[in-house]
């Protein structure tokens, strides 16, 4: 019996050890790691904010034309029910200095972990442009369908003065979002995050391109260094 106990005592101590070494390990090499996945996010951005904002034909010609879009990035600060929260938005403009249109980055929590949006709208912030996931961790051949071209070209056109609604069948009305089949929760947690996203800055990417001033009514716009 003496020899069990010191036996299950000892197995108790070598999880516990090993679960501290591992557990050490993998912050150490998320510490590493961490920074040049959020520079891989950065450069993807920049790379897809004209498709999102001119759609993909449009970007093209402009690419092949030498036209680049100047990309200005601001943060914009929303307080609401005595929290704050901040957007990276990137704000696309012509040679002319006329704006292209707005991409917002946002999160939300999904089925199985958080995900990350870009979020395509135009010059007055009054259509959704594009849609692209840029970070995401759903059930591989279910919810990651989000990834899909297909499925999230649905958001294209869309009006951001009507609520969006996720249905299960056919979207047969101009503000539905038809839901991938068995994956219902990411589908949901997409459109809720480009509702909320829209809720949050159209407001304020309307103020500041008529006044021109960086402060808004609801929150403040910060140019990001």
């Known amino acids: ?26 912050a150490g090499i998320q510490s590493k790691l961490g920074p040049i996945i959020e520079n891989n996010k950065i450069k993807e951005t920049m790379e897809r904010i004209p498709s999102l904002v001119l759609g993909e034909d449009q970007a093209e010609k402009t690419m092949r034309q030498k036209d680049f879009l100047a990309i200005e990035p601001r943060v914009i600060e929303i307080k609401k029910n005595g929290r704050t929260k901040f957007y990276t938005v990137y704000d696309a403009l012509f040679k002319d200095g ?18 990350e949006v870009l979020l395509g709208l135009d010059a007055g912030a009054e259509t959704i442009t594009g849609l692209f996931i840029l970070d995401q961790k759903e059930t591989p051949g279910l919810g990651n369908r989000i990834l899909e071209k297909p499925w999230r070209d649905q958001f294209l056109n869309k009006s951001s003065n009507k609520r969006l609604v996720v249905v299960k069948g056919k979207a047969g009305k101009a503000y539905e979002i038809d839901a991938i089949s068995g994956a219902t929760i990411s589908s949901r947690a997409v459109t809720g995050i480009v509702n909320k996203t829209i809720a949050d800055v159209k407001a304020q990417l309307i103020a500041s391109r008529k006044s021109g001033t960086p402060k808004s009514k609801n929150g403040n716009i910060k140019e990001t260094k």
């Open 1 to 26: 019996m003496s020899r069990l106990r010191n036996s299950n005592l000892f197995q108790a101590w070598l999880v516990l050890v090993l679960a501290t070494v591992f557990g050490t390990a993998l």
């Open 98 to 115: 006329s704006m292209a249109g707005h991409v917002a980055k946002a999160s939300g929590q999904g089925y199985a972990d958080n995900i």
